[in-house]
């Protein structure tokens, strides 16, 4: 396929990518993730493709000792699924070093949104923004709010919500610019559970009934992403503020009830 194509580079986003999931299958992690991606390698080098960029993730930083979180801060994943990752990062620069594969390697913080034609539609959904949604629309009765008494100002958890748009834009850019490395993809701006689902109500016109939980083991407290680096190497700022990642969110599954099952 590469070489019938003259493929010049390789955008490279499948995975798996449910931690819950890896931790109790974490073969199926290590067997997609990284001898899946051994393979595609392989293939690269048999065609003469000269890049790859690579969909990583913040999993990879584990539980972070500073906030936000730079590209030089220390990686120890805490579960399969970000271990795979990480392991797959460390496999593409070896090649990058032995058979001249120009690597970039984008660490996304927590993708959001959806354009018109394409949106969220997971075979089991874990991400906030669509389970809120889901229960605007009914297919679930509550939303659970894991943790309530972190230290953040609300005192649940805070994530740094990235518009998919704005992930896809940076990785033309990636493609058609010079420039290599490791970058971290997120707006630098964090927001907690209980603004989320504030931006859900508010879009949606409808009550989220809540359910306070425990918080899950291993969830840092605040993830923020310091993505001064893209911004420099690629030009790159995300416009997308989260309401309006909401508003995205929410008008494709308005138009999709049932996923891509419509």
């Known amino acids: 396929v590469l070489r019938g194509h003259e493929t010049e ?15 109790e299958n974490p073969a199926k992690y290590y067997r997609n993730n990284v001898m899946g991606g051994l393979s595609l390698l392989e293939g690269m080098v ?12 913040c999993a990879t930083y584990g539980v972070p000792g500073t906030v936000p ?21 460390g496999m593409l620069s070896w090649f990058a070093k032995i058979h001249g594969i120009t690597p970039v390697i984008f660490r996304y913080f927590n993708a959001a ?8 539609d997971h075979r089991i959904e874990t991400h906030l923004i669509p389970n809120v949604l889901f229960v605007a629309q009914g297919k679930r009765d509550m939303i659970e709010v894991f943790g309530t ?7 649940s958890a805070v994530r740094d919500y990235v518009h998919v748009c704005d992930l896809a834009a940076v ?26 689902i504030e ?42 503020d989260l309401e309006e990642m909401v508003r995205s969110a929410w008008k494709w599954h308005e138009a999709h009830p049932d996923g891509y099952g419509d």
């Open 171 to 196: 990785h033309r850019q990636a493609v058609e610019q010079e420039g290599s490395g490791a970058f971290n993809l997120g707006t630098g701006r964090g927001h907690s559970v209980w603004e989320v």
């Open 69 to 89: 979180i730079d590209e030089d801060c220390p990686q120890n994943p805490v579960n399969p699924y970000g271990h795979s990752k990480l392991t797959f990062e």
């Open 149 to 155: 008494e972190y230290e953040t100002p609300d005192g």
């Open 113 to 120: 949104g959806a354009s018109a034609r394409f949106g969220e």
């Open 46 to 57: 048999g065609a003469e493709v000269s890049k790859m960029v690579f969909s990583s993730t």
């Open 199 to 240: 931006a859900c109500r508010r879009v949606t016109g409808h009550g989220i009934p809540v359910v306070e939980g425990d918080r899950r083991v291993g969830d840092p407290p605040v993830l923020v992403a310091a993505s001064e680096k893209a911004a420099a190497v690629f030009d790159w700022a995300p416009a997308t």
């Open 9 to 23: 580079a390789v955008i490279h986003y499948a995975a798996d990518a449910l931690v819950g999931e890896s931790m």
